[in-house]
T-cell receptor, first 113, second 111 residues
Framework: EPEVTQTPSHQVTQMGQEVILRCVPI?????FYWYRQILGQKVEFLVS????????KSEIFDDQFSVERPDGSNFTLKIRSTKLEDSAMYFC???????????FGNGTRLTVT | GEDVEQSLFLSVREGDSSVINCTYT??????LYWYKQEPGAGLQLLTY?????DMKQDQRLTVLLNKKDKHLSLRIADTQTGDSAIYFC???????????FGAGTQVVVTP
């Protein structure tokens, strides 16, 4: 069964550094998402992306965050200057249509020191 | 605002049925989901139900939806040790892809 893949599985970075989290959505899916889960908290929506632009973003998704689909297969989340509070598990998801269920990847655990 | 609540822990004996409950607040939800997360793994879509349905069955899984009470449940028949995981309830109240998750119910299956 096709799946969403995320790399790396674990990323450690120093505060103030830029990180790029990578995702390969399911190939025939058109809608892409990033969510995150801070340890001990609920999974939270960050951003949705369709047709090469952001459809919706949450309050968490401030100017430090950006998303990109640099080619036909990858979908990336960039955090420009990481803060300690950005430490979390980041999940990428994709769906075939706007009203289709979301399929999630295994997540990237980001640790900011 | 929207909120999704779940009990945090459920212990069940192998072979018994598990029932995981969830309540939500937003009546405009169109889909309600159950995701499973095993240790170190991602969120696996288990099943989902349209808001105009009240029951959906898929092999050992039965989802019941009570829209009046805003209550969703997941029943796992003949629970196995491989069913030990965290189960998340989620709804898409605001927009299609913006899911609101519960905190997750940790299910522990004992022999």
């Amino acid at each position: 069964e096709p799946e969403v893949t995320q790399t790396p599985s674990h990323q450690v970075t120093q505060m103030g550094q830029e990180v790029i989290l990578r995702c390969v959505p399911i190939s025939n899916h058109l809608y892409f998402y990033w969510y995150r889960q801070i340890l001990g908290q609920k999974v939270e929506f960050l951003v949705s992306f369709y047709n090469n632009e952001i459809s919706e973003k949450s309050e968490i998704f401030d100017d430090q965050f950006s998303v990109e689909r640099p080619d036909g297969s990858n979908f990336t989340l960039k955090i420009r200057s990481t803060k300690l509070e950005d430490s979390a598990m980041y999940f990428c998801a994709s769906s075939q249509g706007a009203d289709s269920p979301l399929h999630f990847g295994n997540g990237t655990r980001l640790t900011v020191t | 605002g929207e909120d999704v609540e779940q009990s945090l822990f459920l212990s069940v004996r192998e072979g018994d049925s598990s029932v995981i409950n969830c309540t939500y607040t937003d009546s405009s939800s169109t889909y309600l989901y159950w995701y499973k997360q095993e240790p170190g793994a991602g969120l696996q879509l288990l099943t989902y139900i349209f808001s105009n349905m009240d029951m959906k069955q898929d092999q050992r899984l039965t989802v019941l939806l009570n829209k009046k009470d805003k209550h969703l449940s997941l029943r796992i028949a003949d629970t196995q040790t491989g069913d030990s995981a965290i189960y998340f309830c989620a709804e898409n109240a605001d927009s299609w892809g913006k899911l609101q998750f519960g905190a997750g119910t940790q299910v522990v299956v004992t022999p």
